[in-house]
């Protein structure tokens, strides 16, 4: 079962260049799972500005495509934390929030995307989405430090399970879209995949 969380796919794609380059950048020979987990997480977080926030110009999905061009919504910045974990031989998937698309629900939903690692021989989980006023995720190897909390006013929950694969109808909406603005006004706010893990 594992094993599917070690696969390269076409979002997930750790055989390119850029993906290669980068890990070759960020770990090192002595650095053990741990060390090369916090070390990919705090880089795609910090480093990597959530398109929201940046006002990005150019809308990615690929792990390597948010890796040139900087940028992502949480799903594909989850995207680029898995492929460089696995790049590394780190189990690494997905878990996904049931989030108000705005401070309020004014906006409807969306579907949130985040990580599960498998390390230290148990299951992490690690929001990379990007912390800004309000938002303080962190690494931990216990109690998951995430992005959103889930808040009992609105209808804010967590999908169970861990999915060795990102979210299909994102990954297509997010090909499609062209800009900030047909994000807002297509993200999905279901999630139709049954989880690969119950953990």
Same mark, same amino acid.
Request: glycine share 4%.
């Given at each position: 079962?594992?094993?599917?969380?070690?696969?390269?796919?076409?979002?997930?794609?750790?055989?390119?260049?850029? !993906?290669? =380059?980068?890990?070759?950048?960020?770990?090192?020979?002595?650095?053990?799972?741990?060390?090369?987990?916090?070390?990919?997480?705090?880089? /795609?977080?910090?480093?990597?500005?959530?398109?929201?926030?940046? $006002? #990005?110009?150019? !809308?990615? #999905?690929?792990?390597?495509? /948010? %890796?040139?061009?900087?940028?992502?919504?949480?799903?594909?910045? &989850? $995207?680029?934390? *898995?492929?460089?974990?696995?790049?590394?031989?780190?189990?690494? +998937?997905?878990?996904?929030?049931?989030?108000?698309? *705005?401070?309020?629900?004014?906006? +409807?939903?969306?579907?949130?995307?985040? =990580? &599960? /690692?498998?390390?230290?021989?148990?299951?992490?989980?690690?929001?990379?989405? +990007? =912390?800004?006023?309000? /938002?303080?995720?962190?690494?931990?190897?216990?109690?998951?430090?995430? *992005?959103?909390?889930?808040?009992?006013?609105?209808?804010?929950?967590?999908?169970?399970?861990?999915?060795? $694969?990102?979210?299909?109808?994102?990954? %297509?909406?997010?090909?499609? #879209? +062209?800009?900030?603005? =047909? !994000?807002?006004?297509?993200?999905?706010?279901?999630?139709?995949?049954?989880?690969? %893990?119950? *953990?």
């Amino acid at each position: 079962m594992i094993q599917e969380f070690l696969l390269a796919t076409d979002m997930i794609d750790f055989h390119h260049l850029a !993906i290669q =380059n980068k890990a070759q950048q960020l770990f090192t020979a002595g650095m053990n799972d741990v060390e090369k987990t916090r070390t990919a997480y705090e880089f /795609v977080r910090d480093e990597i500005p959530h398109s929201f926030d940046c $006002n #990005a110009q150019v !809308i990615t #999905a690929r792990a390597s495509d /948010v %890796l040139i061009h900087q940028t992502g919504i949480c799903h594909a910045k &989850a $995207n680029l934390l *898995a492929t460089l974990l696995r790049s590394q031989e780190i189990p690494a +998937g997905f878990c996904f929030q049931h989030l108000t698309l *705005a401070d309020d629900d004014s906006l +409807g939903y969306c579907v949130h995307a985040y =990580n &599960a /690692v498998f390390i230290e021989k148990h299951w992490i989980k690690l929001d990379a989405r +990007g =912390n800004k006023r309000g /938002v303080n995720a962190q690494f931990s190897l216990s109690e998951p430090i995430l *992005a959103f909390k889930n808040r009992l006013e609105y209808d804010e929950y967590d999908w169970p399970g861990i999915y060795a $694969n990102p979210h299909r109808d994102t990954m %297509l909406m997010l090909e499609k #879209a +062209g800009c900030i603005q =047909n !994000i807002l006004d297509n993200i999905p706010d279901k999630l139709n995949e049954k989880p690969d %893990l119950l *953990a």
